[in-house]
């Protein structure tokens, strides 16, 4: 009980240093939390089985920011064992399958037959296909030819006349016009604001980082579908929010960060919470059945 206890003191006391009570736990986590005080008191009595036992175990250390790896390998003598002693159990309920029958085996051996007879009808229908499609096409391009040079020459014929009339307009206005005929300026081309870019750059485990380049502002967003513990520092430390959001309270809050170059965000619920970067929805590296995420945001300055 001595190890056991020095896992769940290690576990408090880094919930502690966090500033984060057992409820804000239990948001994060989705561990009821009868449960968290069982692993800090090192009673697994209460809990289903071994397996949950570890997995609540893992997730308690990766709420905290801690290496559930790291966790398991220095308690392993006091963490129960997963749950291979049950598998003989298991293994012995699965029923055997039948064997193929006489029946089934002539099917077998009369079914390569079937396909190679498909196959050679399919052979024969693709030959003719193709054949009779290049003579529709040799006679459609024939036809297309003369129709095309039909063409020609009409316009060839319209074009003489038009061209017989412009010549004779511009043989009247010559007395009037001086000047030869300037070419059109060219038009400057418009510059086009560079679209803002919201890129993932590097993601591990629950970590993971982002750049936002050409955005003039940099105001961050974070919105609660249900209930969720979130935090919002800046790159120096600086909180500038840490609470639970959820619906039909606090299911907002809002930071303006356009004086610093970097956010981190702490979100304990990630499947019911989005985050807006400029009114930009943030894409999860990480896939949001994974609760906690540590998410870093670096403003990229245009001049950067």
């Known amino acids: 009980m001595l190890q056991l206890t020095e896992l769940g003191n290690r576990l408090k006391e880094a919930r502690l240093a966090q500033g984060l009570s057992l409820d804000d736990l239990q948001t994060m986590t989705k561990i009821q939390k009868r449960y ?15 397996f949950y036992v570890r997995a609540f175990i893992k997730q308690y250390a990766e709420a ?47 079914l390569p037959k079937i396909l190679i007879a498909v196959f050679v009808v399919g052979i024969a229908s693709l030959i003719y296909y193709l054949v009779s499609t290049n003579v529709g096409s040799d006679t459609n391009e024939s036809v297309s030819k003369d129709n095309e040079q039909v063409k020609i020459e009409k316009s060839q014929s319209l074009e003489k006349v038009k061209g017989d009339e412009i010549g004779k307009e511009k043989k009247k206005d010559s007395n009037k016009e001086n000047d030869a005929a300037k070419p059109e300026d060219e038009k400057t081309p418009v510059e086009e604001t560079p679209k803002q870019e919201l890129t993932v750059v590097q993601s591990s485990g629950t970590n993971s980082t982002y750049d936002l380049k050409n955005a003039d502002k940099f105001v961050v967003k974070l919105v609660s579908k249900g209930q969720t513990w979130v935090s919002i520092k800046s790159g ?12 039909g309270a606090t299911e907002s809050q809002t930071v303006d960060l356009s004086a610093d170059s970097t956010a981190v965000i702490r979100v304990g619920n990630a499947a019911d919470t989005d985050i807006y970067v400029n009114d930009q929805k943030l894409e999860y590296a990480i896939p949001a059945t994974a609760n906690v995420q540590n998410i870093t945001i670096q403003h990229v300055l245009k001049n950067e």
């Open 36 to 50: 968290l005080v069982g692993i800090e008191d090192g009673n697994y009595s209460s809990m289903p089985g071994n």
């Open 64 to 110: 905290l920011n801690l290496n559930p790896d790291e966790i398991f390998e220095t308690y392993k003598t006091e963490i129960p064992a997963s749950y291979n002693d049950e598998l003989p159990q298991q293994l012995s309920r699965v029923k055997t399958h039948k064997p193929i029958t006489g029946g089934n085996s002539k099917i077998f051996n009369v």
């Open 236 to 247: 120096e430390g600086k909180t500038f929010f840490q609470g639970t959001l959820k619906t």
